[in-house]
């Protein structure tokens, strides 16, 4: 693992592919006109009409537009709730979370940098992002909720909350274990919504390139940074 400075030593490079990706997002969501029907979605959901979020065949370049325009409206449900938890956390408790180097160098050789190790943690964040759709969405909310047992309204929230909330629960891991309070998992809950929305409406597929587009956010603007830097990539825990 580096050491921390890494974080402390960030270049403007970061702000500028952070704000970058955001720009892209917001763009492509309005110059599609994608922001309506999403809000709209979200709000079914929110209110207990999940059944109006009709499945969608829109293409995987359609995809990726709905996932980019979904990330920037999903902003306030993890800025809002990481805001208030960090409030509600005692001081004592906030922990600062360590920083992971995403690939582990063999004996006696120098940790890889530079692009070439940008796309192999790329590849192992997606393998994350994969597992974790799979396990969250697409058995609770895929396998579960076609059975005759777990039709309707009520089955469905229920399964909901309950493949959301293990997902939520599950990066608790990412703390050390005298500071995992309960509500670190709230801000993981509230971004489960939107991942919901993409897989009504695209299934497993828009699930997985929703939530991947969305980590992006955070992770890619670092890693480039740490590129440029010429160190080792390493990722903050995200619980």
């Not at 110059?31 to 979020?53: C, E, K, Q």
């Not at 939107?194 to 670092?222: D, E, Q, S």
Request: aromatic share 12%.
């Amino acid at each position: 693992m580096h050491d921390d400075d890494d974080d402390n030593g960030r270049s403007g490079m970061f702000l500028l592919v952070f704000f970058g990706l955001i720009a892209a997002y917001a763009a492509t969501g309005l110059v599609l006109g994608l922001f309506s029907s999403l809000a709209r979605d979200l709000t079914a959901f929110s209110t207990g009409s999940y059944a109006t979020i009709a499945a969608r065949d829109d293409g995987v370049s359609m995809i990726v537009a709905n996932a980019m325009t979904m990330a920037v409206i999903t902003l306030p449900l993890s800025v809002i709730p990481t805001l208030i938890v960090g409030r509600l956390i005692r001081r004592g408790q906030q922990t600062k979370k360590p920083a992971v180097q995403m690939l582990v160098p063999q004996p006696g050789k120098k940790p890889l940098t530079g692009w070439r190790a940008l796309i192999m943690a790329l590849h192992k964040i997606a393998a994350v992002v994969f597992y974790e759709e799979f396990y969250t969405r697409w058995i609770f909310l895929g396998v579960l909720a076609s059975l005759a047992w777990f039709q309707g309204p009520v089955a469905f929230y229920t399964l909901f909350f309950i493949g959301n909330g293990a997902w939520a629960l599950v990066h608790l891991t990412n703390y050390p274990a005298g500071a995992r309070n309960p509500l670190r998992i709230l801000p993981h809950f509230f971004l489960g919504i939107p991942m919901t929305i993409m897989f009504l409406r695209y299934g497993l597929l828009g699930a997985f390139i929703g939530h991947f587009l969305w980590n992006m956010i955070p992770i890619l603007p670092a890693w480039i940074d740490q590129i440029k830097r010429g160190v080792p990539l390493t990722l903050k825990s995200s619980g």
